[in-house]
Structures are given as C-alpha cells and as structure tokens.
C-alpha cells in the first residue's frame, strides 16, 4: 500500500487549502483512513477520519467546524478541506490508512502512511 500526499503550502490566517492523499496497492474497502498532524517538538496528533465508503467521519476539537474529511472512490483519494485556517494549524500533515476495519484517533492503529505535506499559516 502506497499514500502519497500533496496540496500543502503557505497561506495567511483565513484562508483555505485542500490536501490531498492517493492510496494505491491494495484494496481500500475496509479500510479506515486519517490525516494526523505534527508541529516541530510536538507529538503527531490526529486530525480527522473516514470510512473509505465515506461514512464514519471524525475530527479532533481543534478542527471540528472548519475541516471536512472525504473519501473520492472514483480516484481512490482522500481530501481534507480545510477552512478558516489560523497559525495554529501549521504542520506536517501526514495522511494514514488502517486495516482494522474500525474507526480510531490513535496513531498506532494506522499500518500505512504519506510521505507528509507541509501547512505554514501566517499570521
């Protein structure tokens, strides 16, 4: 299974990105897949999730409201959304996949990940 993310960049506070992950090598079905995050000397924390049929979608608190997560089948690809962005956001994004076939916000639970994309918000 290869992710591979992309759309990061630098934007000023307010303004909106949409990141992108392509899954390829496997059958995705099952699969549960997330965007996780980690700013410089912090731990990498969760962000959002979907079911890969599109259903079960979850968000941190920090994003809740302005981020949305969704699943393009057709392209086998994953989108954050991500809106109102403030400088609090900034970070590596990392999109991830789990084949536990259930929902979850811990790292340890995803088996494959991207390469990361970076997100710099200005103030």
């Known amino acids: 299974v290869q992710l591979q993310a992309s759309g990061g960049g630098l934007v000023q506070a307010g303004d909106s990105l949409r990141l992108s992950c392509t899954a390829s090598g496997g059958t995705f079905s099952y699969y549960f897949m997330a965007w996780f995050r980690q700013a410089p000397g912090k731990e990498r924390q969760f962000v959002a999730t979907i079911a890969w049929s599109g259903g079960s979608t979850y968000y941190s608190n920090s994003v809740k409201g302005r981020f949305t997560i969704s699943v393009d089948n057709a392209k086998s690809t994953v989108i954050l959304q991500m809106n109102n962005l403030k400088p609090e956001d900034t970070a590596v994004y990392y999109c991830?996949?789990?084949?536990?076939?259930?929902?979850?916000?811990?790292?340890?639970?995803?088996?494959?990940w991207g390469q990361g994309t970076q997100v710099t918000v200005s103030s």
């Open positions: 991830a996949a789990s084949s536990r076939g259930w929902r979850s916000t811990t790292r340890y639970d995803y088996d494959y």
